[in-house]
């Protein structure tokens, strides 16, 4: 008997397991055909080809929206961002403006100097692209099939989108209702998965790789400088006797010519390009990594930029200066210092998608900025300008105190702080804005078509600050017969350079001026190479030497052949107060210049150079 009861209980058992096994089996096969494409397999050939055409539709409205992503920074609503507008300062605004389509920077400085990041995550990229499908799930345009007698629902109020972004495709899931009636049949279907070629989040990566690169080693910053001291006056010395005049303008203008060409031949390192020389080298940056996508570098003279340079207009030659003349020829020293700030749009293609994103380039004062780790509101200003703790009221007002609105800036020291703008309130211009604490510090104003306003002021206990700024009058110039001249207007508060004739125009404000001219034409003076020993008694070294006792040098002196091919053939100097009822009334000034002979050697050269400094020269206002 208990033989016979164990035995019942093992085949009990048996039963037992073969029927949970099965049921695992079947509930393995249900979830393989849920997961693989849900509902589809009970859908009859009338069906199919409408939820065919659904999912078509989801994937196109897909690759709009990535579409968008990869034009817009990875942005898909970049107009829902705050916009941050740039000042005179510094020019960039949050966003680029890429032929009328606005790109959020992935960094810029702001308006006030900040160095601001507004980099998307990829989560952040999914999210909007889960909004921009989940907005068009209704747009599906079903008419073709409504017209055959299909009758097509689709809930679009309560779509469920689900975006993931992968580096080879994208995978969208979306949870809405489609319900679907053909005559007697009907079908509804409430999940669908669909997937999409796609390259964007490859894409996003190495764009990553590229901005955390810049972010690193500015090497964008480096490349600018090479072009800048390449393509622009920086710093050095020219064998010559005429001064060296600097067109700022055109300074600028060839400057950003460079740079957009030297900026457009760019690479990173990878093999989707090919180098026609070793030389070529130098335009490849390696991030890392191989790159096997197309890489674009862009920037266009058309684009916001500024390019700001500090140093006199002109370079006077020394060696025509009484007492030089053993020099035997002539040199010009210079050195300029620029500030160059400009956006570079950086591309990653092939034949079916981009991914762009342009970030701000940063010259200071010939150097690249400073790399920081992280940029989320860092200033880049003196640190003297992060304590702004005093309020001063400014007003801004032309000589007859009528208001100007102005750009406001605050010096203290060697340091510069951007404050704000004067506006119009009533009959004044005016700002109440927080300053740094600062003795001796001066308030400066600007505005198109003033001088430079500035009002010294100690801001330890606040106070007022009246900014009088002077009206710049344009006016015109004739110096008679004179072939070529340069002209200075030395002022307390304005000063100009004019190269005659190439500039007939002067702009000048009511101020005390020191006027030069010198006169010039052309010449073919040619002083041929030379050797030659000069010896000079100079303090012996040690204990003779402090006793007053000397000895010889002497020392071999190598002069270049020097060929003046603008000599001085007159002018003069003259100081005279300008009045703004002068320059308001007059439409041409006229200057009456002393003219000399054309030298025919050195020392009649340096003689005509001598005889500017004692003639005298008159202004006539018509």
């Known amino acids: 008997m208990e033989k016979m009861m164990k035995g019942k209980m093992n085949k009990v058992g048996q039963v037992t397991i073969f029927i949970i096994i099965a049921i695992l089996v079947v509930g393995g096969i249900i979830v393989y055909f849920a997961l693989r494409n849900p509902f589809q397999e009970k859908l009859s050939k009338n069906m199919q080809p409408v939820y065919d055409y659904y999912l078509s539709c989801m994937e196109e409205n897909a690759r709009q929206g ?143 790789d590229t901005y955390n690169y810049e972010k690193q080693n500015m090497f964008l910053e480096k490349y600018a400088v090479d072009v800048l001291r390449l393509y622009a006056p920086v710093d050095g010395v020219e064998i010559s006797c005429s001064p060296k005049v600097f067109n700022k303008n055109e300074i600028r203008n060839n400057l950003s010519d460079a740079l957009s060409q030297n900026i457009g031949a760019l690479k990173l390192k990878g093999d989707y390009y090919s180098l026609n020389s070793d030389e070529n080298q130098y335009f490849v940056t390696d991030i890392g990594q191989n790159v096997d996508e197309n890489v674009n570098f862009i920037y266009s003279p058309s684009w916001t930029t500024r390019v700001e340079i500090y140093s006199d207009d002109v370079a006077e030659p020394v060696g025509l200066q009484e007492g030089l003349g053993i020099l035997g020829f002539c040199y010009i020293p210079y ?36 790399a920081l780790p992280t940029t989320s509101g860092e200033s880049i200003e003196s640190p003297i300008c992060k304590n702004k703790n005093q309020k001063i009221d400014v007003y801004t007002y032309d000589l007859n105190l009528n208001p100007v609105e102005a750009r406001i800036r605050f010096k203290c020291l060697d340091s510069s702080c951007e404050i704000g703008r004067t506006e119009l309130m009533g009959e004044d211009a005016f700002v109440s804005a927080d300053m740094p604490s600062c003795v001796n510090g001066f308030v400066t104003a600007d505005a198109p078509g003033y001088v430079q306003g500035k009002y010294q002021i100690s801001t330890n206990n606040g106070g007022v600050a009246n900014v009088l700024m002077k009206r710049l009058y344009n006016v015109s110039l004739d110096l008679g017969n004179v072939e070529s001249a340069l002209v200075r207007f030395n002022g307390e508060d304005h000063s100009v350079v004019v190269l005659y004739p190439d500039t007939k125009n002067v702009e000048l404000a009511e101020d005390y001026y020191n006027v030069s001219v010198y006169a010039y034409k052309n010449s073919s003076l040619v002083f041929p190479a030379s050797n030659e020993r000069k010896c000079i008694n100079v303090p012996q070294s040690g204990i003779g030497g402090i006793f007053g006792a000397e000895q010889e040098k002497c020392f071999d002196i190598n002069l270049p052949e020097t060929e003046i091919t603008l000599a001085v053939v007159g002018g003069g100097k003259t100081s005279e107060y300008i009045t703004e009822e002068q320059l308001k009334d007059s439409r041409q000034l006229n200057i009456n210049i002393p003219l000399f002979g054309v030298p025919s050697n050195l020392d009649e050269a340096q003689q005509n150079y001598a005889e500017v400094e004692n003639e005298v020269i008159y202004l006539e206002f018509e």
């Open 335 to 370: 050195h300029l210092v620029y500030d160059v700030d400009f956006p570079v749009l950086i591309q990653f293609y092939n034949a079916d998608e981009i991914f762009q994103f342009p970030i701000s380039v940063v010259i200071d004062k010939n150097q690249e900025r400073n």
């Open 66 to 208: 990535l579409a968008l992503l990869g034009e817009q920074g990875g942005y898909i609503y970049s107009n829902e961002m705050d916009f941050v507008p740039g000042s005179e300062y510094m020019p960039f605004s949050s966003q680029l403006d890429f032929f009328g389509q606005p790109i959020p920077y992935w960094m810029y400085v702001s308006g006030n100097n900040l160095l601001r990041e507004q980099v998307p995550t990829k989560i952040q990229m999914q999210e909007d692209l889960a909004r921009y499908i989940s907005e068009r799930v209704g747009d599906c345009d079903f008419s073709s099939f409504e017209l055959q007698g299909y009758d097509i629902f689709v809930d679009k109020d309560n779509p469920l989108v689900g975006v993931k972004i992968d580096d080879e495709k994208v995978t969208l899931t979306v949870d809405d209702e489609l319900d679907i009636v053909y005559g007697n049949e009907s079908a509804t279907v409430r999940s669908h998965a669909i997937e999409v070629g796609s390259k964007m989040g490859k894409m996003y990566n190495l764009a990553i």
